[in-house]
């Protein structure tokens, strides 16, 4: 129960972080007066607002979607290898997974592209790392679709396609960023990586 509380709270954390850095009225001196050295850093992190606030709330919660699936897929060698047994929640991992891409893909579509399926439609085609993007979307919509206890006894093949998701959701970040940096290759490698400790049986 302790956990899963936690695990509210965690997932839950990036709308608050993005609340305080557009809340004008959020003075973090009371909150952090005990905190000298980092009062000047926390001041700039909390309270600068984006520039491109737009740009900033979709690469939030585009990076929540994959961290948080990114921890779905670190139940199985948790379990595999250490002994750690979580499997009870990666359910709800999953489910703040998909949350998050769905407010992703929303911003997209609704701000974007103003809900022209047209206009969708075309940057699919025309743009690689949307299409990829959007593929893995709609595999997360169909897990999430299926993740109650009687949908996934009997679609429980499907969940499979959560590889090809990460492999999407890779190419789509790497894409997405145009250069490629030492903090893309790592978060790319740590998908992989537990990818691949996903898929080695032991």
């Known amino acids: 129960m302790i956990l899963r509380v936690l695990i509210w709270l965690g997932?839950?954390?990036?709308?608050l972080y993005a609340a305080l850095r557009f809340s004008v009225e959020f003075h973090p001196q009371w909150l952090y007066d005990g905190?000298?050295?980092?009062?000047?850093?926390?001041?700039?992190?909390l309270t600068r607002t984006p520039t491109d606030p737009l740009k900033f709330l979709s690469d939030l919660v585009g990076n929540s979607a994959l961290?948080?699936?990114?921890?779905?897929?670190l139940v199985t060698p948790l379990r595999s290898y250490i002994g750690i047994n979580l499997l009870k929640y990666r359910r709800l991992l999953g489910l703040f997974?998909?949350?998050?891409?769905?407010?992703?893909a929303l911003m997209f579509i609704g701000i974007d592209q103003q809900f022209d399926l047209f206009g969708v439609q075309h940057e699919v085609m025309t743009k690689p790392f949307i299409a990829f993007g959007m593929g893995a979307f709609l595999i997360l919509f169909l897990m999430a679709?299926?993740?109650?206890?009687?949908?996934?006894a009997k679609f429980r093949s499907w969940h499979k396609l959560v590889y090809i998701a990460v492999v999407l959701i890779a190419i789509h970040y790497l894409m997405s960023h145009k250069t490629i940096t030492l903090?893309?290759?790592?978060?790319?490698?740590?998908?992989?990586?537990?990818l691949a400790l996903r898929l080695v049986k032991r």
């Open 11 to 15: 997932a839950l954390l990036p709308l």
């Open 35 to 45: 905190l000298v050295y980092l009062e000047g850093y926390v001041h700039l992190v």
């Open 67 to 73: 961290w948080l699936l990114a921890l779905t897929l």
């Open 97 to 104: 997974a998909f949350f998050y891409a769905l407010i992703h």
């Open 145 to 152: 679709l299926t993740s109650s206890k009687k949908l996934f």
């Open 183 to 194: 903090t893309n290759v790592t978060v790319v490698g740590t998908l992989f990586l537990l």
